[in-house]
Nanobody, 124 residues
């Protein structure tokens, strides 16, 4: 089992940047595919990005491609989401998730463990 804690959210102006961190404790994060999801008010939770266990494969939602970058440091048991060129529509609670399976997936139902989320608000 792994426990996940997100940090780094906040209020930023459109065009700005934030870096989210997801710290894993318990079992080593290298045992898990890691993903970032987000949920805006009144909307369903949606996939943002995911990264394979060794960080070789990365996947992004079309809406964030070219603006967001997912990375991981398995020594620090931490996954990052660098968010650049932020837009008001990126406003949401961002969640980190871990999947015990080795294949990278975009469906939130496939992920086994979740953090509590961190709020990102982008003002226009």
């Amino acid at each position: 089992q792994v426990q996940l804690v997100e940090s780094g959210g906040g209020l930023v102006q459109a065009g700005g940047s934030l870096r989210l961190s997801c710290s894993a404790s318990g079992r080593s994060s290298s045992n898990y595919v890691m993903g970032w999801f987000r949920q805006a008010p009144g909307k369903e939770r949606e996939f943002v990005a995911a990264i394979s266990r060794l960080g070789i494969s990365k996947y992004y939602a079309d809406s964030v491609k070219g603006r967001f970058t997912i990375s991981r440091d398995n020594v620090k048991n931490t996954v990052y989401l660098q968010m650049n060129s932020l837009r008001p529509e990126d406003t949401a609670v961002y969640y980190c998730a871990a999947d015990r399976d080795s294949s990278v997936k975009e469906s939130d139902v496939e992920y086994d463990f979740w953090g509590q989320g961190t709020q990102v608000t982008v003002s226009s």
